[in-house]
């Protein structure tokens, strides 16, 4: 049984290869959403270790965010040390009341709100706050504009750069809206820790204070801004992305697993029994994502171009 | 007139660069207290930028901060982005009251106790909560154990690292006693965002909450960890900075500089017309520090090796 701290994150690749043996660079990792095909990180210029990042980098990165998302004009923008650290501070934005989380999703929202003393809420119109994570994790689920009604809402598209079209930025310009963004996912960066708030200019003015001053590293200022700068990488990340789904779908699907959902940076099965497939594959050295919640439900991420061999291996 | 954004941070090398004319690149940058020879990053793994920050490489970071800074075992120790993002977030640890931060000193935890309801307190001995900036910063001042009385105490250590022997770090197994560290001054990082709050278990455990689950990213954790493994690279860096702060002091002695304080990171000195003096240090794209409060103070970080000759000239 593998233990994991507080939170059941997935990750944990560590203590699967305590269990199962094997270096940890050995392993394959599925358990997380991450593209296995990084966006480049390049040259990182000497500055950026070592000077505070200054306000002209940090304009750099905001104006290529606003232009990659189509951020409304009087929707603000700010860049944060990854999403997990609004996650963390949003619930204080209001008084704490009744906040309506669209489940199963990323636990770490409903964390955040009750540490801060909000109460889980049914149906989302009598609560103060809605959390959507869209497309959702772990279904794919998409929302839409109507479905959100409570003064604070949160949209969570750490997973929607694959699917644009879907996104709900228009939002943005709704006065207590604040959407999320990630660089862990689709540019697969989850180590840089870059993510971004934008929304209500109340509300992100709050956040930006909450954080203190230079909340981001000089070399993520530098990075984002280039992958943010880049949308051929991402056009080309996408087509990849959705063929590789399609070829992890039908392997799954050849040994044995219904298709429930999901994005294209990773998905969902239905298998007769999800601790008996993430076992099967830890033996091959393959991490897995299971839910306490559904003993049925495995979530596979997508393998990087030299792993196919051993995903077949191991589910044929 | 330069404007800076919101706090006198110093800084704003972009605002003198587009006042007094010259490429960024080429200004000599003595407005803060940043070793100007940074530990080198060295080789960083593709997965530091790529994957979540694991638990394993936040635990070697930690030990390593341990046996650096000669933790007390019963003092906890947490990894922040920068020193900037608990000073935000302190002020939350306890009902808002009163708050004596000794002054002049760096103005960012002022403004955050005032962003959180806390009142500035005159004497100490009233107050809930009490700051220290140890050694301080602009002048160098240090404090001793018998200085500190309120329930919540805060030790600012950002600057501490040229004078380990001078460390209140034995006072941070005492309820209420937070010490923060920096790798943004000795170890001339700024752009890394590492930082580090070591004390009060209850507080460094409420404060890992605020920041959320990864706030440290890959890159920082792999480079923090070397520099903290490497006491060579300290000792030697010591040396150095003492030398080179003698020899600042001199040229500014000079020019009719009166020498006030410091640390061997920067150094304060009483002139005539401290506007005056940044003046004319600005016209040879030289770009330093003066304060809003006094006039007469002017403050000079270190120059790079390479840049002794322009200070030599500017100054004589």
Not at 106 to 133: D, L, T
Request: charge should be negative; charged fraction near 15%.
């Amino acid at each position: 049984m593998i233990t994991l701290t507080s939170n059941d994150h997935g990750g944990g690749l560590d203590a699967a290869a305590n269990q199962y043996g094997g270096d940890r660079a050995e392993w394959i990792d599925l358990s997380t959403g991450i593209n296995p095909l990084p966006y480049p990180t390049g040259e990182i210029s000497p500055q950026a270790w070592t000077a505070l990042p200054d306000n002209n980098a940090r304009a750099a990165l905001i104006n290529a965010a606003r232009r990659f998302w189509n951020v409304p004009a009087s929707a603000a923008v700010l860049a944060t040390p990854g999403a997990s650290a609004p996650i963390a501070m949003i619930p204080r934005l209001a008084a704490a009341g009744q906040v309506h989380i669209a489940a199963p999703t990323y636990n770490e929202h409903a964390s955040a709100f009750i540490a801060n003393g909000w109460q889980p809420a049914n149906p989302p119109k009598q609560a103060q706050a809605q959390v959507v994570v869209h497309p959702n994790n772990p279904d794919g689920r998409l929302f839409s504009a109507s479905d959100l009604h409570a003064p604070l809402r949160i949209i969570d598209e750490s997973f929607c750069d694959v699917a644009p079209d879907a996104s709900l930025i228009a939002q943005s310009n709704t006065k207590g809206t604040l959407i999320l963004k990630s660089f862990g996912k689709f540019w697969g960066l989850a180590g840089l820790r870059l993510g971004f708030v934008i929304g209500d200019p109340e509300h992100v003015a709050a956040l930006e204070q909450m954080l203190g001053p230079w909340p981001v590293a000089g070399p993520a200022l530098e990075i984002g801004t280039r992958a943010l700068c880049d949308p051929d990488w991402a056009t080309q990340t996408r087509s990849r992305l959705a063929r590789d789904a399609a070829r992890l779908d039908t392997l799954a699907q050849q040994g044995g697993a219904t298709l429930v959902g999901g994005t294209t940076l990773f998905r969902l099965f239905e298998v007769d029994d999800a601790a008996q497939w993430q076992d099967r594959l830890a033996r091959h050295h393959i991490w897995s994502r299971v839910f306490p919640y559904n003993p049925k439900w495995l979530r596979l991420g997508l393998p990087a171009p030299d792993a196919w061999h051993r995903i077949e291996a191991a589910l044929a």
